[in-house]
């Protein structure tokens, strides 16, 4: 949860690992992925700045935990990699953000102001 009345740089760090949650789900709809290739898919993007592996596997963690994503061990040659599914859960709980996010006009022109 984020409170308002703290320090900018504490609502930033907040707000930033909500949004990148949100984000993470959102990618691994899309396709399911091992973590690297979450990593190199963001920095190549460039839209969280730079993601370490340090800031992407607690994230994973707690939305595994949540039970928004599954985690099942795929092996590549010699290489065995955690690739990363959406459950039902996950699928809903985007489904009920991409809700949030476009209900108004107000709510977009706020979403479209604080991006530019």
Known sequence: MIILNQKPE???RQMLKHMLSAFLL?????KPV?????IKKIEK????????????YPILK????????????????QR????????????SVLKQIKK??????????????MTQ
């Open 80 to 91: 065995v990699r955690k690739v990363y599914h959406i459950t039902e859960k996950g699928s």
């Open 100 to 113: 949030c996010l476009c209900v108004s006009a107000l709510k977009r022109q706020f979403l479209r102001e």
């Open 26 to 30: 959102w990618l691994i709809s899309k």
């Open 10 to 12: 504490i609502i930033h």
């Open 62 to 77: 707690v939305l595994t935990k949540q039970g928004l994503i599954s985690q099942k061990k795929e092996s590549q040659g």
């Open 45 to 56: 993007d460039g839209g969280f700045h730079v993601i370490t592996a340090s800031k992407l």
């Open 34 to 38: 091992h973590g690297y290739e979450l």
